[in-house]
């Protein structure tokens, strides 16, 4: 019942853009919070970015603030991940994660075990 798709995964020269999506189905959209996270070849899976319920609070990882904007559109379900001044270092599978009964008085959720559904990542390949 519930799905998490992502798109816009894709190759980029280093100093490009991409933008990846996330399309939510079988939730109520609003009253998630929405994270991306990241796993590179060998390393563990990472937080990137999270919003809040309303889409006014969000958070980032250290090495992506100024690069990366998280954003969400809950008439469409979807939360976006806009990505600029793209670095090889940023090379990873993307993951989109949805967090169900979360109120927005409440901290970020910057961990996977906060998450209660995944969508399947889509790659994000930065050359140099």
């Known amino acids: 019942q519930v799905q998490l798709v992502e798109s816009g995964g894709g190759l980029v020269q280093f100093g490009g853009s991409l933008r990846l999506s996330c399309a939510a189905s079988g939730i109520w959209f609003g009253s998630y919070a929405m994270g991306w996270f990241r796993q590179a070849p060998g390393k563990e899976r990472e937080f990137v970015a999270t919003?809040?319920?309303?889409?006014?609070?969000?958070d980032y990882l250290d090495s992506v603030k100024g690069r990366f904007t998280i954003s969400r559109d809950d008439a469409k379900n979807t939360v976006y991940l806009q990505m600029n001044s793209l670095k090889p270092e940023d090379t990873a599978v993307y993951y989109c994660?949805?967090?169900?009964?979360?109120?927005?008085?409440?901290?970020?959720?910057?961990?996977?075990?906060?998450?209660?559904?995944w969508g399947q990542g889509t790659q994000v390949t930065v050359s140099s």
């Open positions: 919003i809040k319920r309303g889409g006014r609070m969000t």
């Open positions: 994660a949805a967090a169900k009964g979360r109120s927005v008085i409440m901290s970020f959720l910057y961990s996977s075990s906060d998450y209660d559904y």
